[in-house]
């Protein structure tokens, strides 16, 4: 894989994690946790002594609450610019991305509790997005070799980062919990999410960085996937 030109920090907060790529032009930062997380941004931003202004792009990988909650924050913090796939885009701007489906049993459970009982859970400070994705965009003008790709299942608009030292910045399209299936436990398209799955595995990375759990290998996409195609690639 090619030398990298870049560093990658993760950033957890609570049960999710953000990321911050960054070289010695500036910063990206991928996804904002949940809300209130901008303080902590902020001093991560501080710890690696990157100025303010050195954050370059705030690229949200879908509109969930635990993602984009701090998205407006950390853009009136910083003046980075926020980038989001057209098909989460009104989301944001609505201050609302819904719960999506279970994949499995349990996690249908807590989806039904959630809607129930948690009906505000979904809600995120609104903002307009200032770039609006489509299949692919570049990361070039940003100072980082890669590109952003609509990967669509988990939401309609799910993105991931492809950093061309051999990264992807997955969002929610995989999971890295220890112990448990990638195949993420909610989806809004289970069907997409798998031939997104199939498109990540025609890509040329070494790890993937989830919003939820530790780095996973290309290796472990390789494994699951064909049970994954077997267990979830069927409607009910
Ligand atoms: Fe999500």
Not at 46 to 70: M, V
Not at 95 to 122: E, N, Q, S
Not at 148 to 171: F, K, N, Q, Y
């Amino acid at each position: 894989m090619a030398d990298k030109s870049y560093r990658i920090l993760r950033i957890p907060v609570l049960n999710v994690s953000c990321y911050l790529i960054y070289n010695e032009t500036g910063a990206i930062l991928v996804d904002t946790c949940n809300r209130g997380s901008g303080e902590k941004v902020m001093e991560m931003l501080g710890h690696l002594k990157l100025e303010t202004a050195s954050l370059k792009l705030i690229i949200i990988t879908h509109s969930h609450y635990d993602h984009a909650g701090s998205a407006a924050e950390i853009r009136k913090l910083t003046g980075a610019p926020v980038a989001v796939h057209r098909n989460d885009a009104d989301e944001l701007r609505n201050g609302y991305g819904p719960l999506p489906d279970g994949t499995r049993w349990k996690a249908r459970i807590l989806v039904a509790l959630g809607r129930t009982f948690l009906k505000r859970l979904g809600n995120i400070p609104p903002l307009e997005p200032d770039i609006i994705v489509e299949d692919q965009f570049e990361l070039d003008r940003f100072g980082f070799k890669g590109r952003i790709l609509h990967l669509p299942g988990h939401t309609d608009g799910s993105v991931v980062v492809c950093l061309d030292g051999g990264d992807v910045i997955a969002g929610d399209t995989v999971f890295g919990i220890r112990g448990h299936e990638i195949f993420p436990p909610f989806a809004d398209d289970r069907m997409a999410l798998l031939e997104s799955w199939e498109k990540l595995l025609g890509l040329p990375f070494d790890y993937l960085y989830p919003g939820h759990g530790a780095r996973i290998p290309k290796r472990a996409l390789l494994d699951e996937y064909p049970s994954a195609r077997a267990r979830y690639g069927k409607q009910d």
